[in-house]
């Protein structure tokens, strides 16, 4: 996981919880995970997308309901809004220390196992770290409460099925699982509790290269190649990005596009893609040899079924398969603030953008769009229409230093 822009300007994708998982992996126990209730087989569940993040709503120590989002990146669960440790009634928990890349350390609660409830699903023996500062924004940046993220316990000891088209996980005993009909099947290994696929790779040059890459649903742009600079060179075509922030500073690098990524008998085409540069690189913490990961920004094309037991991932396209990947076409970052997330605030401008060519600046607020009220709308249709196509005229209300103004933002295709 990454939040881009710390202190609020805030994006989601993956890199900083991997640091995570892998220092409090130690303090796992190999028995925790989730099981359907009684004699049950399969259940369904519901869930929300919001802003690339796969959010389901849960009961801890009979208390809630918290929002979790569901992360195939994390190793252990991991709660994020500090404000749980006196809501879930704790009988003992310890503090440790979490080491960031630059030496810097912030501590965390360990809970004992906690008694993890969602529909017709519960958990056993599972703990959870809880970080005593709020370090990552994410109900800020989801513009809801976000408590926490769960994963590899999650999906252990389950198949969990994915319908976008309803927002519904079926989630099945592993020998239960009903497959896609007219669907593949991908190999998938598991390695520091972490599932993992090998997919071709086509480059806008045309040179094809076998990846290996960290199914991350967890991570909200559609793909990241992180091996670039010692495999090849950068497509010529890239934007210069904040590709987000974490504990020890900002991940910078670039995005691009490959002309082709493919999965089993599904080539899709022209991806969006991060390059993370080179100081990163170097900081990196990496247990399991990678070259990338692919997050839900492209795997909710597909229905989908994660299944570690039987070490597969199966993919059926949907009926917007062939929907173009288009990457923001304002230039600025924003978050939610306020009691009720009913704010957008600017965070970073990306200068050279549709938003720096007219003025806008960090803590401006967006009042509404073409008039109508930024209460009155969702997060996805606001980052959807920032990235909806070249040449749209947008109307803006901005809110700054106690004066309304309005100005016209014309968007930009960047990459």
Do not use: C
């Amino acid at each position: 996981m990454q939040i881009n822009g710390f202190n609020r300007n805030i994006g989601y994708s993956r890199w900083l919880l991997l640091f995570f998982a892998i220092v409090l992996l130690p303090l796992t126990v190999q028995s925790q995970s989730f099981d359907l209730v009684g004699k049950k087989r399969r259940v369904s569940i519901p869930f929300r997308t919001v802003r690339n993040m796969i959010v389901v709503s849960l009961h801890i120590n009979n208390k809630g309901p918290f929002n979790f989002v569901l992360d195939t990146g994390v190793g252990i669960m991991l709660i994020t809004d500090p404000k749980l440790v006196d809501s879930i009634d704790l009988s003992s928990k310890r503090i440790i220390k979490i080491f960031g890349l630059s030496g810097d350390s912030y501590e965390a609660y360990v809970t004992p196992p906690l008694k993890i409830d969602m529909d017709n699903i519960n958990s056993t023996d599972v703990s959870a770290a809880i970080l005593k500062e709020d370090h990552f924004g994410l109900s800020n940046y989801a513009g809801m409460p976000i408590h926490g993220l769960l994963g590899y316990e999650f999906f252990s000891n389950l198949a969990v099925r994915f319908n976008f088209y309803d927002s519904t996980l079926v989630v099945s005993k592993p020998k239960y699982v009903r497959l896609l009909r007219k669907g593949i099947k991908i190999p998938l290994t598991i390695e520091d509790k972490k599932p993992y696929i090998n997919a071709t790779v086509k480059m806008a040059d045309g040179t094809t290269l076998n990846r290996k890459l960290l199914v991350d649903i967890g991570a909200g742009h559609p793909l990241s190649l992180e091996d670039m600079f010692k495999n090849g060179s950068l497509p010529q075509n890239f934007i210069t990005a904040n590709l987000g922030m974490g504990l020890t500073g900002p991940v910078t690098g670039y995005i691009s596009r490959v002309n082709e990524i493919d999965l089993g008998k599904y080539p899709v085409k022209d991806v969006i893609t991060s390059f993370p540069d080179q100081e990163y690189l170097k900081k990196r913490i990496q247990m399991v040899p990678r070259d990338g990961n692919m997050g839900i920004g492209l795997l909710r094309h597909f229905t989908m079924i994660i299944d570690y037991a039987n070490s597969a991932l199966y993919l059926k396209k949907r009926t917007d398969f062939d929907e173009p990947f288009e990457h923001d076409m304002t230039g600025m970052e924003y978050y939610f603030d306020g009691l009720d997330f009913g704010h957008l605030i600017l965070g970073r401008i990306e200068p050279g953008s549709a938003a720096d060519a007219i003025g806008l600046k960090p803590s401006d607020e967006i009042v509404s769009i073409n008039f109508k009220p930024i209460e009155k709308m969702t997060i996805d249709q606001i980052d959807n229409l920032f990235r909806s196509h070249d040449g749209r005229n947008l109307l803006l209300e901005v809110y700054r230093n106690n004066q309304y103004s309005k100005v016209l933002l014309t968007l930009k295709r960047r990459i």
